[in-house]
């Protein structure tokens, strides 16, 4: 005991080695760890767990813990018999023993605690059993905040330029570099080409939507940071550019104002930086620049004219780009507001005349077919008359059975009043004529009476 209480290193890692020769003739133990690797946090302590079962019963157990960083020989930790173990002087009693079982308890870990734990457990009784379970041990610093910049710091030109953002740690180990926009992971994109660890990327070439807010997330297996965003420049445009007035009524590119009114124009388009705006003139084979600046502030009085044609140029000094607006300024006696009042009555007059026209028609068809109803009811509730009363006097509706319409018909004319009646006789081969005075009734009675008369008919 005094032997292995010296600090002399040599000396200790002799009595390890003979007792691992000693003890490991019989390897039948098994133990058991919850993972083969374990990170551990520098300045913290670490607890490596080890479990192991004895059947059979033993007069003694030994414990031995070695630590082994190659190309270095390993190092005896400590050791322990039946719960008594040897603190060690090298590490300045670092190392513990950790109960139950077999577990060791590192007091503060540090970088240069990396490296592989050997635990050896020896049991002694009527048969000697040994085992040894080997745990990686790693250590983690925590990372700090990680700090991102960009390059070149005063941006890029759309379709030229290029962007890297670049972001580092001050403090941390095995650190993951992950990249974010508007705080969603970044995705892949052809433009983008990242480092080996992902510390940084390039955007090339950059675009307008390529602008955003970017931020570094920096971790490892005990901690994790996000830097604070930030928005790269990116020089684009002009896109969408477009004139508006604050009074003129516009059509397409056509803008009618009053007579006698000033109307302000604005011209404006999507870029960064901001346009150089040039309002021109145009008539009669020529142009004239009337102002410089996003608005234009358009006097009738000064212009003489009934109908003006503007232009809008606007100018990117940085991409070097430009865009073109024309429009048309027609001056008018009648308010332009009045006009879109007006106007926006027509829609409204004509859905209302088409809804009266549809109610009354709906209120015309259920009236007429509530008459026809009514109708219908009174003819079925009319009392009938006698059979023979339409026999005397037959009524002709001119919907009889149209085989009896074949024949030969007889007109008969009726003179004047003032001269006698001439019928022709019927059956007769010459034309004779009878003068016969009587009525209309007359008239109508003799031509039945004669053809029923007639055998024939």
């Given at each position: 005991?005094?032997?292995?209480?010296c600090?002399?290193?040599?000396l200790?890692?002799?009595?390890?080695?003979?007792?691992?020769?000693?003890?490991?003739?019989?390897?039948?133990?098994?133990?058991t760890?919850?993972?083969?690797?374990?990170?551990?946090?520098?300045?913290?302590?670490?607890?490596?767990?080890?479990?192991?079962d004895?059947?059979a019963?033993?007069?003694?157990?030994?414990?031995?813990?070695?630590?082994?960083?190659?190309?270095?020989?390993?190092?005896?930790l400590?050791?322990?018999?039946?719960?008594?173990f040897?603190?060690?002087?090298?590490?300045?009693?670092?190392?513990?023993?950790?109960?139950?079982?077999a577990s060791?308890?590192i007091?503060?870990?540090?970088?240069?605690?990396?490296g592989?734990?050997?635990?050896?457990?020896?049991?002694?009784?009527?048969?000697?059993?040994?085992?040894t379970?080997?745990?990686?041990v790693?250590?983690d610093?925590?990372?700090?905040?990680?700090?991102?910049?960009?390059?070149?710091?005063?941006?890029?030109?759309?379709?030229?330029?290029?962007?890297?953002?670049?972001?580092?740690v001050?403090?941390?180990?095995?650190?993951?570099?992950?990249?974010?926009?508007?705080?969603s992971?970044?995705?892949?994109?052809?433009?983008?080409?990242?480092?080996?660890?992902?510390?940084?990327?390039?955007?090339s070439?950059?675009?307008?939507?390529?602008?955003?807010?970017?931020?570094?997330?920096?971790?490892?297996y005990?901690?994790?940071?996000?830097s604070?965003?930030i928005?790269?420049?990116?020089?684009?445009?002009?896109?969408?550019?477009?004139?508006?007035?604050?009074?003129?009524?516009?059509?397409?590119?056509?803008?009618?104002?009053?007579?006698?009114?000033?109307?302000?124009?604005?011209c404006?388009?999507?870029?960064?930086?901001?346009?150089?705006?040039?309002?021109?003139?145009?008539?009669?084979?020529?142009?004239e620049?009337?102002?410089?600046?996003?608005?234009?502030?358009?006097?009738?009085?000064?212009?003489?004219?009934?109908?003006?044609?503007?232009?809008?140029?606007?100018?990117?000094?940085?991409?070097?780009?430009?865009?073109?607006?024309?429009?048309?300024?027609?001056?008018?006696?009648i308010d332009?507001?009045?006009?879109?009042?007006?106007?926006?009555?027509f829609?409204?007059?004509?859905?209302t005349?088409v809804?009266?026209f549809?109610?009354?028609?709906?209120?015309?068809?259920?009236?007429?077919?509530?008459?026809?109803?009514?109708?219908?009811?009174?003819?079925?509730?009319?009392?009938?008359?006698?059979?023979?009363?339409?026999?005397?006097?037959?009524?002709?509706?001119?919907?009889?059975?149209?085989?009896?319409?074949?024949?030969?018909?007889?007109?008969?004319?009726?003179?004047?009043?003032?001269?006698?009646?001439?019928?022709?006789?019927?059956?007769?081969?010459?034309?004779?004529?009878?003068?016969?005075?009587?009525?209309?009734?007359?008239?109508?009675?003799?031509?039945?009476?004669?053809?029923?008369?007639?055998p024939?008919?």
């Amino acid at each position: 005991m005094e032997l292995l209480s010296c600090p002399n290193y040599l000396l200790k890692c002799r009595i390890c080695i003979i007792l691992l020769l000693v003890f490991g003739t019989c390897s039948t133990l098994k133990l058991t760890a919850p993972s083969p690797s374990i990170h551990g946090t520098e300045g913290q302590p670490l607890i490596l767990p080890i479990q192991y079962d004895v059947n059979a019963s033993a007069s003694g157990v030994q414990i031995i813990w070695l630590l082994e960083r190659p190309p270095a020989p390993p190092a005896c930790l400590l050791t322990s018999f039946n719960h008594t173990f040897i603190p060690d002087l090298e590490f300045q009693h670092k190392f513990t023993m950790h109960p139950p079982n077999a577990s060791l308890l590192i007091n503060s870990l540090h970088m240069s605690d990396e490296g592989n734990y050997t635990v050896k457990v020896n049991i002694q009784g009527e048969t000697t059993m040994s085992a040894t379970q080997k745990i990686e041990v790693s250590v983690d610093i925590r990372v700090s905040k990680p700090i991102i910049e960009s390059e070149p710091s005063y941006g890029a030109v759309e379709y030229v330029g290029n962007l890297t953002f670049k972001c580092h740690v001050m403090k941390g180990s095995r650190v993951r570099y992950q990249w974010l926009k508007n705080g969603s992971l970044l995705p892949n994109r052809s433009t983008y080409s990242f480092s080996g660890n992902r510390s940084s990327f390039t955007i090339s070439p950059v675009m307008k939507n390529d602008i955003g807010n970017y931020s570094c997330l920096a971790s490892n297996y005990i901690s994790k940071e996000e830097s604070d965003s930030i928005t790269p420049i990116i020089y684009y445009g002009p896109y969408d550019l477009r004139v508006i007035s604050d009074k003129a009524l516009k059509v397409g590119e056509v803008f009618t104002i009053a007579n006698g009114e000033s109307v302000r124009f604005d011209c404006s388009a999507d870029s960064n930086p901001p346009n150089t705006c040039a309002w021109i003139q145009r008539g009669n084979n020529s142009t004239e620049i009337v102002n410089f600046g996003p608005y234009f502030k358009f006097l009738p009085e000064r212009s003489g004219q009934k109908t003006v044609d503007y232009l809008c140029r606007a100018y990117n000094n940085i991409t070097g780009k430009g865009e073109e607006a024309q429009f048309t300024v027609i001056i008018t006696p009648i308010d332009p507001e009045k006009l879109i009042q007006t106007s926006s009555l027509f829609p409204l007059a004509a859905i209302t005349g088409v809804s009266l026209f549809v109610i009354v028609s709906i209120c015309f068809i259920f009236v007429w077919k509530k008459y026809q109803l009514h109708r219908a009811i009174q003819w079925k509730l009319q009392p009938r008359r006698p059979s023979t009363e339409y026999r005397r006097t037959p009524i002709y509706s001119g919907h009889e059975d149209a085989i009896n319409d074949f024949g030969i018909y007889e007109f008969v004319s009726l003179p004047d009043s003032s001269a006698p009646h001439r019928v022709i006789a019927p059956g007769s081969n010459s034309l004779q004529v009878q003068d016969i005075n009587g009525t209309i009734y007359e008239v109508i009675q003799f031509v039945p009476e004669q053809m029923q008369n007639d055998p024939q008919s």
